[in-house]
Nanobody, 127 residues
């Protein structure tokens, strides 16, 4: 059974850091692009970052460029999202999702096309 499990969320002060993890099971992430998305209350789900199956092509939303870094460890079947210089507007539920996209093709930055989703982890940035 294909499953994605996010972890690492929590409460952090503005300017702080968190590292989210997305652990995949039931499939090998070598053939999948993985994306991170977030949804704040009353807002639509938006793309944050994604990486292709090989982990060598990445994409970032303008709002997080220079602050967030996505990385993919295929040996561990895990994708990470390092979040630095966090702002209150980063507060949201963060989800990871998988898109079957073998061969290292670039990932899709939007949620369409991602067929498998995790349950989400809450990130709250507040003083």
């Amino acid at each position: 059974q294909l499953q994605l499990v996010e972890s690492g969320g929590g409460l952090v002060q503005p300017g702080g850091s968190l590292r989210l993890s997305c652990a995949a099971s039931g499939f090998t992430s070598d053939y999948f692009a993985i994306g991170w998305f977030r949804q704040a209350p009353g807002k639509e789900r938006e793309g944050v970052s994604c990486t292709n199956s090989r982990g060598d092509i990445t994409n970032y939303a303008d709002s997080v460029k220079g602050r967030f870094t996505i990385s993919k460890d295929n040996a561990k079947n895990t994708v990470y999202l390092q979040m630095n210089s966090l702002k209150p507007e980063d507060t949201a539920v963060y989800y990871c999702a998988a898109d079957f996209r073998p061969g290292g093709r670039p990932c899709s930055p939007g949620p369409a096309g991602y067929d498998h989703w995790g349950q989400g982890t809450q990130v709250t940035v507040s003083s």
